[in-house]
């Protein structure tokens, strides 16, 4: 098997007397969705934000690349290849919705806008940004101030500043909270097109078990922190393991590493 694109070794977070991410070791590799699972406090985002940089390990280690990331913040890693969608947006409001996208498009680039150059010079940014906003169906509404977008909006301009950093991964925590039924099937739409291109390590923290169903290669279960459960989704959502976390019972088998099934 090739080397992982991005890979956790015994990593682990305290806060306190908590241990909120308990030794956990999981490898992620170029192709695959891997859906994240478990109960309300499993440590889901956690693990996201210590794997995205947002939070500092205790201990372990991340490697993207086969490169130990582990001491780097979130901008080195998303420098590095890491991007990452929130449960709450992250936008800067202030800006319109295609300027939000071409500052991403921009940072890709690793130019900066000269101030004595006019701003029509750099109109292959606007064409590039316009792309993105396109696929996410928000072309029409390029030039509102992000502030002023309903939420699902805000969701899915928050997805194309994402694809327009060109990630090597792509990092979605609950990418469907919030949104109207309606909403829904553009973002999965996006992420089916992300998976379908085979180039993409795409993970996937996600409640709803019917888009884990059609989204997931692979599942990987958290249960108070600690990675009780790893394999394919049928088998892993099948499995007496998930169905005692999701009831909120402690597993059978102890945790001495993943229980594949």
């Known amino acids: ?3 992982p694109v991005l890979e956790t070794r015994d990593l682990t977070i305290r806060f306190g007397g908590h241990v909120a991410v ?6 992620f590799h170029s192709g695959t969705l891997t859906a994240i699972v478990g109960p309300n406090g499993a440590g889901k985002t956690t693990y996201f934000n210590l794997m995205s940089g947002q939070l500092t390990a205790t201990s372990g280690t991340v490697l993207l690349g086969g490169q130990d990331v582990t001491g780097l913040g979130a901008a080195g890693r998303t420098a590095r290849g890491i991007g990452r969608a929130f449960q709450i947006t992250s936008l800067f409001p202030n800006l319109s919705v295609i300027e939000n996208v071409r500052l991403a498009v921009q940072a ?13 010079s750099h109109a292959d940014w606007i064409d590039q940004a316009q792309a993105y906003l396109d696929e996410v169906n928000l072309g029409a509404v390029r030039d509102t101030m992000a502030a002023a977008l309903p939420h699902g ?48 390590t795409i993970l996937l923290v996600e409640h709803k078990m019917d888009v884990v169903r059609s989204l997931a290669d692979r599942i990987i279960v958290l249960h108070n922190g600690k990675l009780v459960a790893d394999g394919e989704p049928a088998e892993v959502i099948a499995s007496a393991v998930v169905q005692e976390a999701y009831l909120g019972q402690a597993p059978k088998a ?8």
Do not use: N, Y
């Not at 308990?22 to 490898?27: H, K, L």
């Not at 890709?108 to 029509?120: D, I, M």
């Not at 991964?169 to 998976?195: C, N, Q, W, Y």
């Not at 945790?255 to 099934?261: D, T």
């Open 1 to 3: 098997m090739p080397e």
């Open 153 to 200: 909006d805000k969701r899915k301009l928050e997805v194309a500043i994402m694809m327009a950093m060109e990630p090597e991964v792509f990092m979605f925590d609950e990418p469907t909270a919030g949104m109207s039924v309606d909403e829904v099937p553009v973002i999965l739409d996006l992420i089916h097109r992300l998976k379908a291109r085979g180039d993409k």
């Open 254 to 261: 102890p945790a001495a590493g993943a229980a594949h099934v």
């Open 108 to 120: 890709r680039q690793r130019q900066a806008a000269s101030l004595f150059t006019r701003w029509s």
């Open 22 to 27: 308990d030794a956990v070791s999981c490898a």
